[in-house]
Each structure stands twice: as structure tokens, then as C-alpha cells.
């Protein structure tokens, strides 16, 4: 694998190329040959653009070569649209030119088909023989204003400070058009296409060293390779916004149909956000606020909020949204709201939210924003009507929130004057408070340098099974978990020795290789008081196992817990992200519920106290209705150790601890499942 720093020079040419080549450039308007190079030259792009055409006619004036091996020295980049079946070749002739990185706009490969999938892997072999970086194909290109280089389109030349990288050419054009008419601009779109060579991690690479880029934002249907994607991340001191679609089974299944993505398990990809501090969009608004928020809106110092407002329900909606989403919209201080009673009209409405009133104008707002300076972390500004000369209240640079709505043509007016100061503006109150509160969330300084990575033992020829009950609950004991006391028992004799050492009560469950779920046939029975009730269970199992057709593993006996808080915890490994830790609220109803947390391996003291905070039902373990609350300390410890034992067996595929039973002090894990990868066993 090259090195971050190999990859990310290595693109250099793609944004910062000299002298740029367009093969299959055309003379026909309506051909994204004529467009893109007429977008090049009309985004003033400082070097030379030659044409490559195979009847050698001039497009606007500009004399073109017929064939790609007539080109001069020097050409950094190749903008490649010509027939998919052209394209393998025409890389191998910029390779013998030395051209260092190609756009292969055209499409017609992997998405396509198997036989278009054939044509892509013949591409990128001659792409890596002859040392030629690839975007695409199938994508709409590169848009870098900062080099006046638009090989793509539509031609947008705004520039800003959010890096747009997208596997979908129109989602992300569209992006930067929604910056471009709020004239707050971008830093760069790249449109990602297919993925056959360059892809998203390295782009990430790449922006976090570029100067022009506060933000990077990206749509995305899966992650091409997890490890290089985790490393990128780790290494980026820049916020990221993601919008990961593909969260359900058919977009799952439609994603894997556009572009050829592995969408993934969105539950793993959601606990790998989280886990490494990415803000994760559910919709393409909340890409792009998010990441105008956290370009161009400094970062609060503390939770307290002053909504000044001339609409009394917009400001309603943002006290709602602001309190859900962790800051204060706290009462005035009395000396603050002294001075406000000296300054403004008597109908204006003193506290918090504080309601100028419909006849509110921008010095009304200046008087107040400047007698507030130094007591509120966030002073938000909801402009609720035509209000003229807004942007000359609000200086650049401070953390001032901004909502404009209700004001038409004024309106519209003022917010492009807002984005010209570099202070963003947000259409709704809740837009804008939850776009805010991504910096709340992104803290990237807790998150510790990447680890090395392990090396995998090779598996063995075996066939695949899970463990028994009892064997996943020895591999647990021999590496010091807390499990209740058990035994095998293989005969009814065994199974009454088995009680008698462990101590009534007992558990009697099946020890059968096949029954996943053992409550659901019946194989578990609690409570088993003396040596009778032993032997009726022992039987009772067995011919439960029997009539289902599973194999005889005879049972296990264990010791009954006592009662206590149950969780599940859990590990899964992920095809793409390696293996997972979960944790959720234990027992029969875990995959009722689904209220789980997954994080991926390996796991700090703070990813197990995230865990558990994030689920649902987590004020059940600070106790409720005079219930004992649970050791949450022993919790994260139990996560961490778990994490600590699939680094140590990456053997492992899959994992069920379930339930644990938690105390006020202490844990047990009264049953576990433990399947190997595949071969592994």
C-alpha cells in the first residue's frame, strides 16, 4: 500500500495540472467533449488545453491532434470521453507520454455489468503498468476553482471552503450549485465515479493538507477499502460530513447496482462515525449544512444560547431544537435584562427567547447583540421578516447563528450578503441550531493515534461451526470473563453430579452445535431446585433436541444468577470494517428492541462509556423507580476486554454474550455463543 504522503502527491497533476489534454473532445455543442472543454478554457484556466479529436477539427478556435499518441511532453492531466471499449488502450498510450493522472468521464464499465466489470479490471491493470492515476470512470470529473480548473460540469467558479466529494456526479453537482447561488462557494467537487483507482480515502488525504479546505463533506453509497478509509480519517484534523446512503436492504441493493458499492452493515457504519468523530448527514440538506456550519461558523465555547428573534414561533422551534440538542437557552442575567428594559420599546418581550416584535429593524438587533457581548456562548439572530441592512449587524468571525426567513426579496438580498462576510445563514431555526451543534460533537483530539494493525493467523482447512454453549463459555473462562460456575453433562448421572457440585438452583440448557436461539425451543429450563427436577430436565432437553433434528451435545448445567439488569454484548466482523463490538439491553428481546451501539475494534475506556450512553433505553442503568443502578464502570471494562479478546483471537467471528447480568457491583455472563470465520474452527 503507498503511503499517505506518496498518495496524496501523487494527485497533485489532477488538481494542479499545467497542460491538460481532453481526448474526445468534440465540435457538437450537445457532447460533454465540447462541454468540458469549453468549461476548461471558460474557467480561465492558466495553462494549455489541447483537443484530441480523431478528425482533427478545430473546437473554438483551437487547432486538435488526432491521437493521443501525438501529444507533447508534459501533459499532466488526460480528461478522457470516448467509447468504454477505447478507453483501456488510449490509458496505455498516456502512460508511454508520461501523462501522471487521467478523468475517465466515460462510462460503460463495472456499473454496467460483468462485461463492463472486465473492461474496468483490463483498466486499471494497464493503468498501474504504466503508473497512470485514475478518477473514475463513469464520473463527472474535477471542479478545483482555486486552479481555475472545471473539467466538468456545470460551470461553477464561486469559490469557498467545503470540499464536495461525491460517487455521485449529479448529487454532488448539485451541492455545489446550492453553495455557488448562496455565494458562499467551494474549495473543490470531485466526482468519484466508479472507484476503480482513486477513491474517497485518499481524497480525504488529500483535503486535509489543502489550504483552501475547512471542511470536507461527501456522499457516499459504501467505503472502497475500510482500512485506508479508517487511516485517512484518523489522520484528518479537518471535520468531515458524511452522507452515507444505502441504509436500507434496497438501497443497500440499488447502491450496489450504480456504482458496484459494498454498502455494508449501516449499523457498523453508523458506530464507525461515531466512533471516529464523523458527522453523519441523513439527508442531503444535512450535508450541506453541516458542513457550512462547521466552515464558516466558529466552534461555541460552552452550551449557553440567546435567541434574539422578531418571530415569536420561529423562536419557539429553535428554543425546542436547541434544548434537544444540548444547549441552554437560559433566562436572561438580571443586570442584562436591565439594560434591555432601558433600550428597547416596552412591547418587546424581555427573557429568553427575546422577541423584538414584528417592527424589530437592524439597529434594534445591534443594540441588543451589543449589550449581550461576553454572556451567552451563542447569540442567535432570527431575521423573521423584511428586515433591511441584517448584514451590517452581524460581525464575521464570532459565533453569531444566523436564521433569515419570511423576508422575500430583502431576504435573499441580505443573505448573500451575509455569505460575502463568510457567515453562514440558515433558511429555518431548526436548520440552523442542529447545524450548529456539530461542533458540539466534533471533539477529534479524543481519538488516539491509529494502532498497529494485527496480523491475521491463517485459518484452518476445518469446516466452519460454532462452538457449544459449553465450549464458547470455556474459550470465555480460560480468558478470565466472569461466567457463572457450569458443567457438561453427557448422561442424566452427569447432569445430577453436575447440580450437586454447582449448588441448587441450577439451569439446564441444551448443548446442541445447532440451536442458536435456545429459548425459542424450549431448551433452557431455570430453577431447577434438587436432583428430581435435574433429571426431568435433562430428559426434556434431550427430546426437545431430538424432535428438531439437531445434534446431541447433551446439556449444560450452570448456576442461576441472581437477578439483575440483563445487556447483551456482542461482536460481529464486518466484511469491510473488520470486527465490531456491540452492546445493547440483553435477553429474549434484543432483536425485537434493536437498541444496540456498535463500535469497531479496538475499543478505548471511552468508546465502551459512548456505547453505552448513546442506546435508547441507558437511563435504565442509573436505576429507575428505586431500582439499584447498574456498574457501569465493570460495563466498559467488559466492552474493552471483549475488544482486547478478537484482536487476541481474530479467529473469532462471531459473538453473542447474552444475557450479561449486571449488578451495583459486579457482572455475570450466564450464556454465550461463540462462532469461528470461516474455516476457523
Not at 480519517?233 to 441493493?253: D, E, L, Q, S
Not at 443586570?335 to 416596552?346: D, G, Y
Request: aromatic share 6%; charged share 25%; with cysteine.
Amino acid at each position: 500500500m503507498m503511503s499517505r504522503e506518496i498518495m496524496s502527491s501523487s494527485l497533485r497533476p489532477l488538481f494542479h495540472p499545467a497542460r491538460i489534454a481532453v481526448i474526445g473532445a468534440s465540435t457538437n455543442p450537445e457532447k460533454k467533449g465540447f462541454q468540458i472543454f469549453r468549461n476548461l478554457r471558460d474557467a480561465g484556466f492558466p495553462g494549455e488545453i489541447i483537443p484530441v479529436n480523431p478528425k482533427g477539427e478545430a473546437i473554438l478556435g483551437t487547432p486538435s491532434l488526432k491521437s493521443v499518441v501525438d501529444l507533447p511532453d508534459g501533459v499532466d492531466l488526460a480528461v478522457v470521453i470516448i467509447p468504454a471499449k477505447l478507453v483501456p488502450a488510449a490509458i496505455l498510450e498516456l502512460g508511454k507520454r508520461k501523462v501522471p493522472t487521467a478523468i475517465i468521464i466515460s462510462g460503460g464499465f463495472a456499473e454496467s455489468g460483468d462485461e463492463g466489470a472486465a473492461l474496468q479490471e483490463e483498466l486499471v491493470r494497464n493503468a498501474r503498468r504504466c503508473g497512470v492515476r485514475l478518477l473514475g470512470p463513469n464520473c463527472q470529473g474535477v471542479n478545483y476553482p482555486y486552479h481555475n480548473l472545471c473539467a466538468s460540469w456545470p460551470l461553477i467558479t464561486r469559490r469557498g471552503e467545503i470540499a464536495i466529494v461525491s460517487q455521485s456526479g449529479t448529487v454532488g453537482a448539485a451541492l455545489i450549485d446550492w453553495a455557488s447561488e448562496e455565494a458562499l462557494g467551494f474549495s473543490a467537487f470531485v466526482s468519484m465515479g466508479n472507484r476503480a483507482d482513486v477513491d474517497e480515502a485518499e481524497l480525504i488525504d488529500f483535503f486535509a493538507d489543502d489550504v483552501s479546505t475547512k471542511a470536507i463533506a461527501l456522499y457516499i453509497e459504501g467505503v472502497k477499502d475500510a482500512a485506508k478509509f479508517l487511516s485517512a480519517v484518523r489522520n484528518c484534523r479537518k471535520p468531515i460530513v458524511i452522507f452515507k446512503a444505502g441504509r436500507t436492504a434496497r438501497g443497500r441493493k440499488a447502491a450496489e447496482s450504480h456504482t458496484r458499492s459494498l454498502a455494508g452493515s449501516d449499523a457498523i457504519y453508523d458506530g464507525v462515525f461515531r466512533q471516529l468523530g464523523i458527522h453523519r448527514a441523513s439527508s442531503l440538506e444535512d450535508l450541506y449544512d453541516f458542513a457550512k456550519a462547521l466552515a464558516y461558523l466558529p466552534a461555541p465555547r460552552g452550551p449557553r444560547m440567546l435567541i434574539v428573534t422578531s418571530s415569536g414561533g420561529s423562536a419557539i422551534i429553535a428554543t425546542d431544537v436547541a434544548e434537544e440538542e444540548g444547549f441552554s437557552v437560559s433566562p436572561l442575567p438580571p443586570n442584562l435584562a436591565e439594560r434591555l428594559r432601558e433600550i428597547l420599546p416596552s412591547h418587546c418581550i424581555i427573557g429568553n427567547p427575546l422577541d423584538l416584535t414584528g417592527d424589530a429593524d437592524a439597529e434594534r438587533y445591534r443594540e441588543v447583540l451589543t449589550a449581550a457581548e461576553g454572556h451567552y456562548d451563542v447569540m442567535m439572530s432570527i431575521f423573521g421578516d423584511p428586515i433591511p441592512g441584517a448584514s451590517t449587524v452581524m460581525p464575521p468571525g464570532r459565533c453569531d447563528l444566523v436564521a433569515y426567513l419570511g423576508g422575500a426579496e430583502v431576504e435573499r438580498a441580505e443573505r448573500l450578503l451575509l455569505h460575502e462576510k463568510k457567515i453562514a445563514v440558515f433558511p429555518t431555526p431548526e436548520r440552523a441550531v442542529r447545524a450548529l451543534a456539530c461542533h458540539a460533537r466534533f471533539d477529534r483530539s479524543r481519538f488516539p493515534r491509529e494502532p498497529e494493525r494485527q496480523e491475521i493467523r491463517p485459518a484452518s482447512a476445518e469446516a466452519s461451526a460454532a462452538l457449544s454453549p459449553v465450549e464458547s463459555m470455556e474459550l470465555l473462562a480460560r480468558n478470565g470473563f466472569p461466567v457463572v460456575s457450569f458443567r457438561r453433562a453427557g448422561t442424566v448421572e452427569e447432569a445430577t453430579a453436575a447440580a450437586r457440585a454447582i449448588g441448587f438452583p441450577v439451569a439446564v440448557k441444551t448443548n446442541s452445535l445447532d440451536v442458536t436461539h435456545k429459548s425459542d425451543v424450549g431448551g433452557v429450563i431455570l430453577n431447577v431446585i434438587d436432583e428430581a427436577g435435574v433429571r426431568a430436565a435433562f430428559r426434556t432437553v434431550a427430546e426437545i433436541t431430538r424432535r428438531i433434528g439437531a445434534r446431541d451435545g447433551g446439556v449444560l448445567v450452570s448456576a442461576m444468577a441472581p437477578p439483575g439488569l440483563e445487556v447483551v454484548v456482542g461482536v460481529t466482523r464486518d466484511l469491510q470494517f473488520g470486527h465490531a463490538v456491540m452492546f445493547g439491553l440483553g435477553g429474549v428481546l434484543v432483536e425485537i428492541l434493536g437498541d444496540v451501539a456498535f463500535r469497531v475494534v479496538p475499543l478505548t475506556e471511552k468508546d465502551a462509556a459512548e456505547m453505552i450512553a448513546e442506546i435508547r433505553g441507558a437511563p435504565v442503568l442509573g436505576g429507575v423507580r428505586g431500582g439499584k443502578p447498574a456498574d457501569v464502570a465493570g460495563l466498559r471494562h467488559l466492552l474493552v476486554r471483549v475488544s482486547d479478546l478478537v484482536m487476541k483471537h481474530p479467529e473469532i467471528g462471531q459473538m453473542d454474550l447474552n444475557p450479561v447480568i449486571v449488578y451495583e457491583k459486579g457482572l455475570n455472563i450466564v450464556d454465550a455463543r461463540v462462532v469461528p470465520a470461516d474455516g476457523a474452527r
